[in-house]
């Protein structure tokens, strides 16, 4: 079956500009997750969403990052007033409920470069 | 700082070497820990985890880790590892009381030479 389906696949913007990731869960899944890839920090949490309950917004860096979930199933996550620190692989990755033991299945990513 | 920890960054070894990568967790309480792949190109992709039961768990490819308690570690083992095995390795940890997110390892690359 279909994975989880990221775009765009890279994204190259200049600094200021405002970017939007796309997010499609696998179908089913309930729990959707955002991460972010960056050779200085590594692999980090950024935010998550579970059915119809609010937002686990704890791993957004700073408030010009914010992510919608729209009818339980695909989510954006928002980059506003982009800077260069925010170049990094961005991931998403869905499990099938929010119980802790589910494991997270990953798309392939957008790698964003912020000029 | 809590933390995941995988102390070797980059290991290279023969075809048919045995293998062995650290991972080490600095939180209390009850965990659930997981090892993820990432071969070249490619998605990050679950090994094997962790939840609860026998502290040696079986998972994909031949892998194999173990959960010991006492000394918060999940090593990654293999005892004959393959050329297709070269990609980059992850450790991951979510707790009980803390939320549904994975916190990972600086991850470990992972070259098999032919």
């Known amino acids: 079956g279909a994975g989880v389906s990221q775009s765009p696949s890279n994204k190259v913007t200049e600094k200021g500009k405002d970017v939007e990731l796309r997010c499609d869960p696998i179908s089913g899944h309930t729990a959707l997750y955002w991460y972010r890839q960056s050779l200085g920090q590594g692999l980090e949490f950024l935010i998550y969403f579970q059915g119809n309950s609010a937002p686990d917004k704890s791993g957004l860096p700073s408030d010009r990052f914010s992510a919608e979930r729209t009818g339980g199933s695909v989510s954006t996550l928002t980059i506003q007033r982009t800077q260069q620190e925010d170049s990094a692989v961005y991931l998403c990755?869905?499990?099938?409920?929010?119980?802790?033991?589910?494991?997270?299945?990953f798309g392939d990513g957008t790698r964003l470069s912020i000029l | 700082a809590q933390s995941v920890s995988q102390h070797n960054h980059h290991v290279i070894l023969s075809e048919a070497a045995s293998l062995e990568l650290g991972c080490n967790y600095s939180?209390?309480?009850?965990?659930?820990l997981f090892w993820y792949v990432q071969y070249p190109g490619q998605h990050l992709q679950l090994l094997l985890k962790y939840f609860s039961g026998d502290p040696l768990v079986k998972g994909i490819k031949g892998f194999e880790a173990e959960f010991i308690k006492s000394k918060f570690s999940f090593n990654l083992r293999k005892p004959s590892v393959q050329w297709s095995d070269t990609a980059e390795y992850f450790c991951a940890v979510n707790r009980n009381n803390a939320g549904n997110m994975l916190t990972f390892g600086g991850g470990t690359r992972l070259m098999v030479k032919p």
């Open positions: 939180y209390g309480g009850t965990v659930n």
């Open positions: 990755a869905s499990s099938l409920g929010g119980e802790r033991h589910q494991p997270q299945h």
